[in-house]
């Protein structure tokens, strides 16, 4: 469904693209063109954990691995410009940018919108 809903968005934006493209030995999901080059886009999508937590747990861990799948479906196109997408519909399985972030830079982010004002 991700890839679907990723491809989707592309037509709409009138972006032309190749599929599992082949790179040093690796198949990202996307060759992306547009006019100024092209870029390569890896496409995770996360569901439902089996079995399902029963108490607490940590949303990035999922995102964390899902990072490193994609990270290295693109190792053979480092000469690209290069993104992931993660995708989720899971209630198990948060994908907000406060959760990627976390999960992408560890646990020593801090979001940056909510220090914006100056306490006096």
């Given at each position: 469904m991700s890839e679907q809903l990723f491809e989707s968005h592309l037509t709409s934006l009138g972006l032309s693209f190749d599929y599992e493209s082949l790179f040093g030995g690796k198949r990202p999901d996307y060759l992306v063109r547009h006019s100024g080059g092209e870029f390569v886009v890896e496409v995770e999508e996360l569901r439902?954990?089996?079995p399902r937590p029963a108490g607490g747990y940590s949303p990035t861990t999922a995102v964390r691995e899902a990072l490193?799948?994609?990270r290295n479906q693109m190792h053979g196109?480092?000469?690209l410009p290069s993104g992931i997408v993660v995708?989720?519909?899971?209630m198990w399985r948060s994908v907000t940018p406060e959760t990627v972030a976390s999960a992408a830079f560890g646990p020593g982010f801090v979001d940056a919108r909510r220090h914006d004002r100056?306490?006096?």
């Amino acid at each position: 469904m991700s890839e679907q809903l990723f491809e989707s968005h592309l037509t709409s934006l009138g972006l032309s693209f190749d599929y599992e493209s082949l790179f040093g030995g690796k198949r990202p999901d996307y060759l992306v063109r547009h006019s100024g080059g092209e870029f390569v886009v890896e496409v995770e999508e996360l569901r439902d954990p089996e079995p399902r937590p029963a108490g607490g747990y940590s949303p990035t861990t999922a995102v964390r691995e899902a990072l490193r799948r994609a990270r290295n479906q693109m190792h053979g196109c480092k000469y690209l410009p290069s993104g992931i997408v993660v995708y989720s519909d899971s209630m198990w399985r948060s994908v907000t940018p406060e959760t990627v972030a976390s999960a992408a830079f560890g646990p020593g982010f801090v979001d940056a919108r909510r220090h914006d004002r100056v306490e006096v």
